[in-house]
Each structure stands twice: as C-alpha cells, then as structure tokens.
C-alpha cells in the first residue's frame, strides 16, 4: 500500500519567492501528522497543494498515490481553509476530564515541540 502522503522534492513559487523550498514528506496511512510553524512558514501553501488546490513548480506529490489534481484524490481529501467558518455559533462543551486528560498526554509530545513558534 503507498504512503497517505509523498512530498519529494517540492518547490512552490510566488513570483521570484519560494514559499516550499526542497520540500520532502511522507505520511503512512492511517498515522497522524501535525505541521507546525511561524506564519509565513509555508502551512497552507503544502495544504492547498495537497488539496489539488495551488500547483507547485519542481517535485512530485502524491496523495494516496495519486496526482492532488486526480478524481480519487480530490474524492478522498476535503480541505478548509483560513476564515471560513463551518457555524458561526459552534460551542465547545467541553470533554469528560478523563478524556481530557488522555487526550492531553496523547497530545503533549506536539505541544512540546511547538515551544519557540
């Protein structure tokens, strides 16, 4: 089975600026990944490529072994960019302080990396 996800080489520019510069990933399926960053660091640009969204310059990506752009791909990733909301008035309950507290040290490894960002 390939890789959810396979980033190997990728550049994408705006004008003469390299938003992903020599970018390479790869995802397993079924595994979680999280991408962190300071603005401008190139987040949503490698989402949007993902999505089939935004074309890059040099590189390969596959989604699910497929060009972002195919009709397996596009059926299979959804992708929700910066400032649309999905309900204005959604409310967080909150969660059962046990599984708050799983959730926490499932969680805690990417917290700790993100200090500096």
Not at 63 to 79: I, N, T, W
Request: net charge negative.
């Amino acid at each position: 089975m390939p890789d959810a996800i396979v980033l190997d080489q990728v550049w994408k520019f705006y004008g003469d600026y390299a938003a992903l510069r020599d970018y390479t990933l790869s995802v397993a399926p079924g595994s979680c990944c999280a991408l962190l960053g300071r603005n401008g660091a190139g987040k949503t640009t490698l989402l949007r490529i993902l999505a089939g969204l935004t074309p890059f310059q040099r590189g390969t990506v596959r989604v699910l072994g497929e060009k972002p752009r195919s009709d397996l791909a596009r059926r299979e990733v959804g992708f929700l960019g910066h400032g649309i909301g999905v309900y204005e008035d959604l409310v967080d309950f909150g969660l059962p302080s046990d599984v708050d507290a799983r959730l926490r040290a499932n969680f805690q490894c990417l917290f700790d990396d993100a200090e500096g960002y």
